[in-house]
């Protein structure tokens, strides 16, 4: 009797296993799914913390689609999905740029889990269970800076929580918490307001 129960146990834990490798979700998946979840929220906001080269950083950002406004203490940056502009509170200066693809991924977080697709190989790295760790490294026909990204994402709200860039050599990691949906946003969130920084130099380098 002992020996049929233990025959059971093992045929179904054969079964279990066998179902977890066949529907195993992959690193497209998860990445997928974050994208989609993010563009269907429409407006996020999150805290985050930026360190790497022996410097540290705090700020905010608020990303709606492609559009998105980080803020620091010393560098605050609006993108309206075409125009940048980066105001340097150590310069007093304003360069507005048309930045290219990588150039958003280095400073939006939420951008390099949405060109993925495109620009990345993925793979999924072992875990905690409430964290999905994803390895990202360019394919051989993307020109980039970044040799690697590590994507560690929430579980249960596929959220990004930090974001590791290996960029010539150098680790920048990005921590990021308290992330919210917003409702509504008005789209100048997005645009450099000269009104705010009446003194500044703008240099248009577009």
């Known amino acids: 009797m002992i020996k049929k129960i233990f025959k059971y146990i093992l045929l179904s834990l054969f ?59 010393l560098l605050s940056i609006w993108y309206n999905g075409r125009t940048q502009w980066t105001y340097s509170a150590e310069t007093n200066e304003v360069n507005i740029t048309e930045p290219t693809v990588e150039e958003l991924q280095q400073v939006n977080p939420f951008a390099i889990i949405n060109s993925f697709r495109k620009q990345f190989d993925a793979t999924l790295l072992k875990s905690a269970n409430n964290k999905y760790r994803i390895q990202l490294t360019p394919l051989k026909s993307v020109n980039t800076s970044i040799s690697k990204a590590i994507v560690t994402l929430n579980v249960a709200t596929l959220y990004p929580t930090e974001i590791a860039l290996t960029i010539d050599n150098n680790i920048i990691t990005i921590n990021i918490n308290n992330i919210k949906t917003i409702k509504t946003i008005h789209h100048k969130t997005f645009v450099f307001d000269e009104k705010k920084y009446p003194n500044a130099e703008i240099i248009d380098l577009r």
């Open 15 to 73: 079964i279990f296993l066998g179902a977890n490798n066949t529907y195993a979700i992959t690193a497209n998946e998860v990445l997928t799914n974050a994208s989609e979840k993010y563009q269907k929220e429409g407006s996020i906001s999150a805290q985050f913390t930026l360190s790497g080269v022996g410097n540290s950083t705090d700020g905010t950002i608020i990303i709606a689609g492609d559009k998105f406004h980080l803020s620091t203490p």
